[in-house]
């Protein structure tokens, strides 16, 4: 499994809110409930400014014909009442404004009460009442009786509505009454009030929206998230919380049910993985005892008194010989390398000096390298390096890697060992000038018993390499490659230069 600290997860990554379902689902509601506000707002000025403010529409036309009633029994009382006298004194003190207009196109109105400039007796209404003479005087009610039956003009719930004040059976006057409200003066007396209603609404909405629905939500989903991402570093006990019996409860229903069949599977490939390893470590363990027992009965054979006389005798000696020891070296690697996975190889932390160390891998593999003709060049630095591991652990991995470079190097090849320190790092490298290796085998050039070039199946355990890495991921450090067909390869080593503890 991949190391924690390597993973990579979604929580490194910026989170754009433009793209959280939270925050679009968020402001939808919001912007959706400011333009309910705002249509609410106008269908309320639109409806008190068509609607007399919600009053009956016939208020107008009652009120307009009880001040026309007024009048005339005031004129039936007092036939030589001044009307433009008696106007100006009760018209402030009626409950509703409400405007006289006289023949002449005078009129008397409340202060504040505008007036039409174009304000006159309407024509139909003066057609209707001559109409009225010449067919006869209709019958007039009674003085306090009821007018219903008074015609008014105009549409109480568009514009303005008069009555007729008539006289002796003359039209003396009209009473003419403006709508209560209107569009625009609705906007103008309760526009700002709904305006600041509908923002304190807007605003505790939004506020009372986020306690009880929105931040629910959003610490659940956080809670789910979180487990996610606990789960993906490597904590197999991360569970969300279920509660509730939403879309929320249910994704975390299926996120635990997932998580704990991983981690079961989990626990089975690590039981598996340990057993393997042990038996992989019994085993190498149980072969070293025979293969000692071989090697030791062929090199017998080797001496001159056991030797076969026949050279096809003797040839089988001595291959006997070498594939024993090829054997051995096998076993050996693996039951190292299943010691170093399993944890069961102890370091002991020195101070190492690198440039020794080298000198020694030089000298291990000087008369391999003299005899196939390929140099083996330390590269000089002018820092004295040093770095904290064991020595000879170090040393078997660096000789690993000269051992496969001098297996893949052609006569007349070059192979450089190298070191540099920065920054609290001390890098190693092997580098050589072979064939190079193709770069889909790079990738598992470290795995066991993998070998890129098969014509060379013949050499090496193929567990060098992994047992490099194993070394190398013991000291902390880490360990790459690189190369290319025809200009050779870099293996490159980073080890920490100072170390107290090993993992």
Same mark, same amino acid.
């Given at each position: ?5 390597? +993973? ?6 910026p +989170?754009?809110?433009? +793209? ?22 106008? =269908? ?8 007399? &403010? ?7 036309? $009652?009120?307009?014909? =009880? ?27 009626? @409950? ?19 007036i039409?400039?174009?304000l006159?007796?309407?024509?139909? /209404? ?27 003009f ?12 008539? @006289? ?5 006057? *009209? ?9 625009? +003066? ?27 629905? /929105? ?15 606990? /789960? ?36 089975? =490939? ?6 393997? !390893? #042990? ?14 027992a *071989? ?17 096809? &005798? ?11 020891e ?7 690697? =693996?039951l ?20 020794e ?8 593999h ?11 060049? *330390?590269?000089?630095d002018?820092?004295?390096? !040093?770095?904290? &591991?064991?020595?000879? !652990?170090?040393?078997?991995?660096v ?13 007349? &090849?070059?192979?450089r ?22 770069? #889909?085998?790079?990738?598992?050039? /470290?795995?066991?018993f993998?070998?890129? $070039? #098969? ?15 194993? *070394?190398?991921?013991? @000291? ?5 490659? #690189? ?21």
């Amino acid at each position: 499994m991949s190391s924690p600290s390597t +993973r990579p997860t979604n929580s490194l990554r910026p +989170r754009i809110r433009a +793209r959280s379902l939270y925050w679009r689902i968020g402001f939808g509601f919001i912007l959706f409930l400011a333009i309910t506000l705002v249509l609410q707002v106008a =269908l309320f000025i639109w409806v008190a400014g068509a609607t007399e &403010g919600g009053m009956p529409e016939r208020m107008g036309r $009652d009120f307009a014909e =009880l001040v026309a009633s007024e009048f005339e029994a005031a004129l039936a009382r007092e036939p030589d009442l001044a009307l433009r006298s008696y106007a100006e004194r009760r018209i402030n003190e009626l @409950h509703r404004p409400a405007v006289i207009v006289f023949p002449d196109g005078s009129a008397v109105a409340p202060p504040g009460t505008p007036i039409p400039r174009n304000l006159r007796f309407p024509g139909p /209404f003066r057609r209707r009442m001559a109409g009225d003479g010449r067919r006869g005087a209709r019958a007039r009610p009674p003085v306090g009786a009821p007018t219903r039956a008074r015609t008014p003009f105009g549409n109480p719930r568009r514009g303005p509505v008069m009555a007729p004040i008539e @006289h002796n059976d003359q039209l003396v006057g *009209i009473v003419w009454v403006p709508p209560l409200t209107g569009l625009q +003066r609705v906007a103008e007396e309760i526009g700002t009030p709904l305006a600041i209603g509908a923002l304190l609404l807007l605003v505790g909405g939004t506020v009372v929206a986020t306690l009880v629905i /929105f931040r629910p939500a959003q610490a659940r989903l956080s809670a789910v998230e979180e487990a996610a991402r606990r /789960f993906g570093e490597g904590d197999l006990a991360a569970r969300a919380p279920e509660m509730g019996g939403d879309e929320v409860a249910a994704v975390a229903t299926a996120f635990n049910r997932m998580a704990a069949d991983l981690a079961a599977r989990q626990a089975q =490939l690590v039981e598996a993985d340990r057993a393997r !390893r #042990q038996l992989l470590a019994d085993v190498s363990h149980e072969l070293m005892t025979p293969l000692t027992a *071989i090697r030791g009965y062929a090199e017998t054979l080797g001496l001159p008194q056991f030797l076969p006389p026949s050279k096809e &005798g003797q040839r089988a000696v001595k291959v006997i010989h070498e594939e024993g020891e090829r054997i051995e070296r096998l076993v050996k690697d =693996l039951l190292d390398l299943a010691r170093f996975e399993a944890g069961g190889i102890s370091l002991s932390l020195e101070n190492v000096d690198v440039d020794e160390m080298f000198e020694r891998v030089v000298e291990r593999h000087a008369q391999a390298a003299q005899d196939k003709g390929v140099a083996i060049v *330390i590269e000089p630095d002018d820092e004295d390096i !040093r770095l904290v &591991g064991d020595p000879h !652990r170090l040393e078997q991995a660096v000789q690993n890697l000269a051992s496969n470079a001098l297996r893949h190097t052609p006569p007349g &090849g070059t192979i450089r060992l190298g070191a540099s320190g920065d920054n609290g790092k001390v890098k190693l490298t092997v580098a050589d000038t072979g064939a190079g290796i193709p770069p #889909q085998h790079l990738p598992h050039v /470290f795995d066991r018993f993998y070998k890129a $070039d #098969q014509s060379r199946s013949h050499t090496g355990s193929g567990l060098g390499l992994s047992i490099v890495k194993a *070394i190398i991921d013991r @000291h902390g450090g880490t360990v790459s490659v #690189q190369s290319r067909p025809g200009e050779g390869t870099v293996f490159e080593i980073v080890l920490p230069a100072h170390r107290t503890t090993v993992p």
